[in-house]
């Protein structure tokens, strides 16, 4: 019930927020604070034992009524002390693939001194709590799965804490407008990309010379006949295709069109499959998408970047 | 959602913490209630322990269920019912044991906490010592230390330290706040609904009927009674007689208060100046209070009786402090009603018969009443031994018995057999019991009334002369009198305490100490009431006529407090002091602002510099020097405090227009 109150607040206050430039500083407007369940539970006790010492006139009883009443007093200030002046900025976000889990950080730091037990979490996520040393910076890893490719909002944390006995909830807002990427599912079952979108290219010769060679594999069809290892042919083997190891400039396009598969999203996987392999074999390859050509490339980067672009595809570009 | 850290609740050490602390605040009732509610806590704590220790499962539910109907059916068995102080006590330790035994959350882990405050209540319902006191403030610090525990520590259990020093921290910043509650919350007179009839058991003191025994029980007893402070000297030892009950009512065996009120003039002659005394009584739960002789005031909230009685108008439940007056030089009830004559002379024809037979003999042989109360006083004087353990009285004539057979007795064997003989021989008399003497605190000049000086005494009746106190075991044991009960009973063991062999060794110091501490604490802590609280905000400058001042000087003081503890713990969170170097460089910048010369952001106190000197040649030199001063601080190795203070100086005296 307290929890739906402190939502309502939450949405009437932060109603059309844009997301906030890092760092943010929790001070001291931002910051708000209930009794907990406890903390109410705590208060009804009191009463009782207020009622018990004034019946009993019992002096210690009062003692112990009035210490622990201010001790919750002490407490709420001490719990809203521990989010105070916090500083908090967007932490590192992997890109994923989609049915994975999205690691969101946020790095926490307390310019004065230690907080405890300080948690953040996404709307009805398990909250993650880390301690702060004093002029030290903390990380909270918040676990969300995306189970979609495109980009997986993180929406607006709250941060907040019971330290130190739970009797108050101090809790704030933000929002970075964090986002994690989160690249198509690749199919392994739609094999290698078709070798024929090599061949169709008639712009690039891919062979400088024999020294680039590096081996031989089956032959598929569609493979160049300026390819096929005709001396090998020669000796008895097999029909074989020479694969060369700087493909630099044999522009494999991973195109969009080949991607035969029932639905634009399962086209999508394909195309992740396809960019993981022929980068796991040290292939150069471009990627064709309906309104997106990317140039032939190697390495992480370049991978990163197809990825990218398969995840996001038909969404509207980030402003 | 849960409260604590996720895993925190069940954490062993957390566990374990928040049965240590439960089982110290039960303690204290092991002694106090029946044996095997303490040992049945025990076996649950012992039990969780284990199940917290071994990782076992908690026991089954139908086996919490029965345990408790168990528990509440051994209550009621044990005490008849279940409310009350003691009885609810019982069932609260019993069922604090069940909730230890089923918890399994983070809620039912703080609730068994919360149920620990309540059991630290319970515990203040039977003692509010000091030492209990300090024993349970360290039980509260344990069970804050629990709730700390709970809240803190991220994927590991927090040590030691880190569950008491933020526990202890909390608790001594509540420290000011609770003092203003304490002093500035309202007090009401008396209890808000009716007491449980065992509120008050356990406590000594006087009853309203005398048999031959009861008061030699009451000396055992070294519960304190009440204490006075006198305004200047005590008067003599011999003088001091506390007075409580008059016994009148007399059925041959017991002497009672008479049921009706006993009222009437109260003619009596004083001479010299009234004695005046303080008294604080610690409670007794009956009516009566205690003063010296004839008073010559009587508290607000009681009345006194024609006999000298005072009595309050509520049973004395909560400690009494009160002002008196008394006059031990006077002269009272010269005339005496037919009525009170009638009462103070009857008793029953066929019981004691010799008693009475020896009275009407000492009548018929004297001519005067004096002659009989001389010839008793002789009796008890010459065959009379004075003992604590005196035989027991087991026949329907224990007065005969006593006097004739055993002639062994205490106060209330002479002060009964006497006033029966006094009445044989026509002359009234009453019996009144109340105290004698006490033990004056040389550090607080403080006269400390113990139930071990209870005393039984008698006082007659004469023509011409009024009530006349004659004390009968002042002829047997003049000591007891004289100097006090210790002195009477002789150095050996009939009264073996290790304190009354020590009267004047470092014991007795150690305890007068002790005893001035504890009247501190009785006056100021726990007999706080409303009259204290008035005269304490008086003697303060505040005079509170109702309470809705009082909520008002609450709210205020309150609000005070609050601010500056909340201040003290906020200061400290502002950013460290600015750099001395940088507020002086800034004001540097702006003076020369003011003249037009503005510092570009971009620009460097070296470019600046350049710029001054062209555009201010005749503060140029200055400039330089705190500009040198300022990079040094800045960019350099850093300058020392009296440098900084230069700069600052400096740049306070630089004048660039």
């Known amino acids: 019930m307290f929890a739906n109150a402190r939502q309502s607040i939450a949405d009437w206050i932060f109603r059309a927020r844009t997301p906030e430039s890092p760092p943010v500083t929790l001070v001291q407007r931002r910051i708000f604070i209930l009794p907990t369940k406890q903390g109410y539970l705590f208060g009804l006790v009191l009463l009782v034992l207020l009622l018990a010492s004034i019946n009993y006139a019992l002096s210690l009883g009062f003692v112990l009524t009035f210490l622990l009443a201010a001790m919750g007093a002490v407490a709420m200030l001490h719990t809203w002390r521990n989010l105070a002046h916090l500083r908090l900025r967007p932490g590192r976000c992997d890109p994923v693939f989609a049915g994975d889990t999205a690691q969101f950080r946020v790095v926490l730091e307390s310019p004065s001194r230690e907080r405890y037990a300080v948690a953040i979490r996404r709307r009805e996520g398990e909250p993650a709590f880390v301690d702060v040393r004093a002029t030290e910076h903390a990380v909270a890893t918040l676990p969300v799965p995306a189970p979609r490719r495109g980009r997986l909002r993180c929406g607006r944390l709250e941060i907040f804490t019971r330290y130190p006995v739970g009797l108050f909830h101090a809790w704030s807002y933000f929002d970075f407008g964090l986002a994690a990427i989160v690249y198509p599912r690749p199919s392994p079952e739609a094999g290698l990309p078709p070798q024929q979108t090599l061949a169709g290219n008639d712009e690039g010769i891919p062979v400088p010379g024999d020294e680039d060679f590096a081996f031989l594999r089956p032959y598929h069809a569609g493979d160049s006949p300026r390819l096929i290892a005709w001396k090998a042919l020669a000796r008895g083997d097999d029909l074989l295709t020479k694969e060369f190891q700087a493909t630099a400039s044999a522009e494999l396009w991973l195109d969009w069109i080949d991607a035969r598969a029932p639905d634009p999203e399962a086209r999508l996987s394909v195309l992740a499959h396809w960019v993981m392999e022929t980068e796991r074999l040290g292939q150069s390859y471009g990627l064709r998408l309906p309104g997106v050509s990317i140039p032939p490339g190697r390495g992480e980067t370049h991978r990163a970047r197809c990825l990218e672009a398969l995840a996001l595809h038909g969404e509207v570009p980030e402003t | 959602m849960s409260g604590a850290i996720p895993n925190a609740a069940l954490d062993v050490r957390n566990v374990m913490w928040l049965l240590a602390a439960m089982a110290f605040v039960v303690a204290p009732h092991a002694f106090r209630l029946p044996e095997w509610v303490g040992a049945f806590f025990a076996l649950v704590v012992g039990w969780r322990a284990w199940i917290a220790w071994r990782a076992a499962r908690n026991p089954p539910r139908w086996l919490v269920l029965a345990l408790t109907v168990g528990a509440v059916a051994a209550t009621f068995f044990a005490w008849g019912r279940i409310m009350g102080r003691d009885a609810g006590t019982t069932l609260l330790v019993l069922m604090a044991a069940m909730k230890l035994l089923e918890m399994k959350t983070s809620r039912e882990v703080v609730l068994a906490i919360h149920l620990g405050f309540v059991l630290v209540m319970t515990n203040f319902l039977f003692s509010q010592s000091i030492p209990l006191g300090i024993y349970m403030l360290a039980c509260v610090w344990l069970f804050v230390a629990t ?273 029966l003989l006094m009445r044989a021989a026509g002359i009234p008399s009453r019996v009144v019991t109340g105290y004698q003497g006490g033990e004056v605190n040389p550090l607080s000049r403080e006269l400390l009334v113990r139930q071990a000086d209870a005393h039984a005494w008698v006082e007659v009746w004469l023509e011409g002369r009024g009530w006349v106190r004659i004390d009968p075991t002042s002829a047997v044991s003049p000591d007891r009198i004289d100097s006090g009960i210790n002195a009477a009973l002789g150095p050996i063991g009939v009264f073996p305490s290790l304190i009354a062999a020590d009267r004047l060794g470092v014991l007795a110091n150690m305890r007068f100490v002790w005893d001035a501490l504890n009247s501190q604490w009785n006056q100021w802590v726990l007999g706080y009431n409303v009259d204290r609280q008035r005269q304490f905000l008086a003697s303060l400058g505040l005079e509170i006529a109702d309470w809705t001042k009082l909520a008002l000087w609450l709210t205020g003081a309150t609000l005070a407090v609050g601010g500056l503890v909340g201040l003290g713990l906020v200061l400290r969170d502002l950013p460290v002091r600015r750099d001395p170097a940088v507020v002086a460089w800034e004001r540097f910048c702006a003076k020369l602002a003011r003249t037009g010369l503005v510092r570009a952001p971009h620009e460097g106190p070296v470019d600046f510099l350049a710029r001054i000197e062209a555009a201010r040649p005749a503060v140029a030199a200055e400039a330089r020097a705190i500009v040198e001063r300022y990079v040094e601080a800045r960019y350099g190795p850093g300058i020392t405090r009296p440098e900084s203070r230069d700069l600052l100086a400096r740049v306070r005296r630089f004048r660039p227009a």
């Open chain 2, 147 to 419: 709730l700390v525990g709970y809240h803190r520590g991220v994927g590991r259990t927090p040590t030691v330290r880190e569950r008491l020093v933020p526990a202890g921290m909390l608790l001594a910043q509540a420290v000011p706040l609770m003092l203003v509650f304490f002093i500035l919350f309202p007090r009401v007179q008396g209890p808000l609904w009716a007491l449980p009839q065992d509120a008050r058991a356990g406590i000594s003191g006087l009853s309203d009927t005398m048999t031959p025994g009861n008061i030699s029980k009451l000396i055992q007893s070294e519960a304190t009674a009440f204490r006075v402070q006198f305004e200047g000297d005590i008067p003599p030892y011999h003088t001091l007689y506390w007075r409580g009950p008059v016994l009148w009512a007399f059925d041959g065996r017991t002497w009672k208060v008479p049921d009706y009120n006993i009222s009437g003039s109260l003619a009596y002659t004083r001479s010299e100046r009234p004695v005046r005394y303080v008294v604080t009584v610690e409670p007794h739960g009956m009516h009566w209070l205690f003063s010296l002789d004839v008073p010559g005031t009587v508290p607000a909230f009681a009345g006194l009786r024609h006999d000298l009685q005072i009595r309050s108008v509520r049973p004395v439940d909560v400690r009494v402090r009160y002002e008196m007056t008394s006059w031990l030089d006077y002269r009272y009830g010269e005339n005496l009603p037919a009525m009170f004559r009638k009462l103070a002379l009857s008793f029953d024809e066929r019981r004691n018969p010799r008693t009475v037979a020896l009275g009407r003999q000492w009548a018929a042989e004297s001519a005067t009443p004096t002659e009989v109360l001389a010839r008793a006083l002789r009796l008890f004087n010459s065959q009379f031994t004075y003992t604590l353990e005196p035989p027991l009285l087991t026949s329907d004539d224990p007065y005969d018995e006593f006097l004739f057979e055993a002639k062994r007795g205490f106060c209330e064997h002479y002060a009964g057999s006497f006033a």
